[in-house]
């Protein structure tokens, strides 16, 4: 890996952090979607894995990883601060601390599910992509979106539903909502294809322009 990184590339991870942090927020809400009832975080979610499409295709799979890394690392980190901010005794005039408290507290066996399933989910989505890349660099970019996007979608459900709610809701329920989620994320994905087509070819352009992808095909394969 050479010893700079590309602005977009950090653009795009601080983009992938940012949706991280809202999807933790937005999982405070639950919406209603025909029959089906989810989180506020599927609006948000499936950008990161398009994020994580467009990092692994570009750049490759190491840098795919540190954003990974990184992400994580951020969202410990938001989860511990928030953890600290409830646990302080609010002012006696403030009126909000219901409502705050609502919002940032996440028990420990949410946050480790959503931890545990993100890294995971977002790696196994990144080796995927790279996989599928090395034996068809120059082709098939929407068939790996897609299909790295069905795997590592998968397996962070089967992560995060099993350790959040076993116990809390039936099994049958549980695998509704496994499926659901891969389901819709999987067509957020498909749908938005065009425009992430279009921003792979306009990013990997001005890249080339400035020199600032990995020298070749293997070091972008590297673990």
């Known amino acids: 890996m050479k010893n700079y990184v590309s602005v977009t590339f950090m653009v795009m991870s601080v983009v992938f952090c940012t949706c991280l942090i809202t999807a933790n927020l937005f999982g405070t809400k639950i919406i209603a979607i025909g029959p089906f ?12 894995y398009i994020v994580n499409d467009c990092v692994t ?12 890394t990184l992400a994580f690392l951020i969202n410990l980190t938001f989860i511990a601060l928030s953890t600290i901010a409830v646990a302080n005794p609010a002012a006696p005039y403030w009126t909000g601390e219901a409502a705050f408290n609502f919002v940032f507290s ?8 959503s931890l545990l399933a993100f890294l995971f989910g977002s790696l196994i989505n990144a080796r995927v992509m790279a996989k599928m890349k090395a034996h068809s660099p120059n082709q098939h970019f929407s068939l790996r979106a897609v299909v790295s996007t069905v795997v590592g979608e998968s397996i962070d459900s089967l992560i995060f539903y099993p350790i959040a709610f076993t116990g809390l809701l039936p099994v049958s329920q549980l695998i509704s909502l496994m499926i659901f989620q891969v389901v819709m994320k999987t067509l957020y994905e498909i749908v938005a294809l ?8 306009r990013i990997e352009k001005h890249e080339r322009d400035f020199d600032t992808l990995p020298s070749s095909s293997l070091e972008r394969m590297t673990p």
Do not use: D, Q
């Open 106 to 113: 996440l028990t420990p066996r949410i946050a480790i599910a």
């Open 57 to 68: 295709e570009i750049w490759g799979y190491r840098h795919a990883r540190l954003m990974i």
């Open 37 to 48: 009832t989810t989180t506020a975080a599927l609006l948000v979610f499936p950008i990161s």
């Open 194 to 201: 065009p425009v992430t087509m279009n921003v792979v070819k």
